[in-house]
């Protein structure tokens, strides 16, 4: 089975602090993406990496940075947490292969970050 | 751009009761379509998939069918469960790329 990990599932954070969300996949996937879910809002995407060192912004970027540094790892970094970051974080991954052959994504559990 | 449309919840069934949620979509080119399910506590996973036009993609007793007149995707059930309650997401894929853009998601509570 797939397996995404995301390395917190609670987190309580102060406002201003350097917070990182950290996720590793197990299937080699060449993809790797960065949600977040809100109620009423569905999920968003913030950043995703279609392979090492590389990264692309997605929808909802500010306030926030990614590092791909191995294939399996891909960290949500937000430099200055603020309260309007308070959410459920989810990160997921997929191989490469475009919509033609309707790639399905793999989640992990999600992160809850509550910034106080 | 790219867009998809839920119908707000909650939908609530008794159980054994038929499911219909609706979606709709807007997309360039003829994207791959998908329906993802959250369980209480977890994150999504697959409930199934169409990629082309006239598909239906069915799992658990579930089925949608890609219909490009009326660019839509609607999730049907015959029978509900009670463990069928959770929060259920349509998504497209993005032309060209790896990216899945979801919709808002509609919460069904199904109660014995």
């Known amino acids: 089975d797939v397996k995404v990990t995301q390395s917190s599932r609670y987190l309580v954070k102060r406002t201003g602090e350097k917070v990182f969300l950290e996720c590793v996949q197990d299937?080699?996937?060449?993809?790797m993406f960065w949600y977040r879910q809100d109620p009423g809002l569905g999920l968003r995407l913030i950043y995703f990496?279609?392979?090492?060192?590389?990264?692309e912004k997605g929808d909802i970027p500010e306030g926030y940075s990614v590092s791909r540094e191995k294939k399996e790892r891909f960290s949500l970094i937000l430099e200055s947490a603020s309260t309007n970051q308070t959410s459920m974080y989810l990160c997921?991954?997929?191989?490469?292969?475009?919509?033609?052959?309707?790639?399905?994504?793999?989640f992990g559990e999600g992160s809850w970050l509550t910034v106080v | 751009g790219d867009s998809v449309t839920q119908m707000e919840g909650p939908v609530t069934l008794s159980e054994e009761a038929f499911l219909t949620i609706n979606c709709t979509y807007t997309?360039?080119?003829?994207?791959?379509l998908f329906w993802y399910v959250q369980y209480p506590g977890e994150g999504l996973q697959l409930l199934l998939k169409a990629t082309k036009a006239d598909d239906k993609g069915s799992n658990k007793g579930f089925e949608a069918t890609y219909r490009k007149e009326t660019t839509s995707f609607h999730l049907e059930k015959g029978s509900v469960q009670v463990s069928d309650s959770a929060v259920y997401f349509c998504a497209l894929s993005v032309k060209n790329t790896d990216k899945l853009i979801f919709g808002t998601g509609t919460r069904l509570q199904v109660f014995p």
């Open positions: 997309a360039t080119g003829y994207p791959s």
């Open positions: 997921a991954s997929s191989p490469r292969g475009g919509q033609t052959s309707g790639n399905t994504i793999y």
């Open positions: 299937m080699d996937h060449e993809n």
């Open positions: 990496s279609y392979d090492v060192k590389m990264k």
